[in-house]
């Protein structure tokens, strides 16, 4: 045995998922069939089902929990995106604090830090800033769910909020 898909039947892996933790002791693959029958009673048919007749339809009882589980995903991002942006501006903010350049306006000045320069320190102050927003953001949203499944808040307002509107 090759262990080589079979005509038709394409695999690969999705690579290192976003955020930390145990996420990328999971892997995310993929599996195409072109022109491959599966028999139905090979089939996972536990929140799509597939008729014999072709026609697919989603189990009533689960739709929640895959609606859930997609805006699950979205609440994470900004915590995730913000996380990564205050790791980045603490790198770079440390950096500049010991890091100098250009001299100052007399020849015999030494050079001055680059957290001294204004452009410099306005745009690490933003990134930080920006960090901190989006990981508040994030641990809101995280909230939001929680109360969303836990059915203290009505799912279309936990929707608004996933989806920004």
Known sequence: TTHEPLPGVRVGELGPKMGQ??????DNGFL?????????????????????DGAVSVNKEREKEVYLTMMRIRMWL?????????????????????RRQFPGSDA???EMKLL??????NRLLSAIAAGM????????AVGVLRDATARKIPLGEAHAIASGT
Request: proline share 5%; charged share 20%; net charge positive.
């Open 133 to 140: 927003m989006l990981r508040i953001a994030g641990h809101t």
């Open 32 to 52: 195409r069939l072109d022109h491959v029958r599966v028999p139905r009673e090979h089939l996972l048919m536990g929140v799509v089902t597939v008729a014999r």
């Open 21 to 26: 933790g145990g996420y990328n002791g999971n």
């Open 108 to 110: 015999s000045d030494e």
């Open 78 to 98: 900004p915590g995730y995106a913000g996380e990564s942006i205050a790791k980045a501006a603490t790198i770079a903010t440390r950096y500049a604090a010991v």
């Open 116 to 121: 001294d320069i204004p452009i410099h320190y």
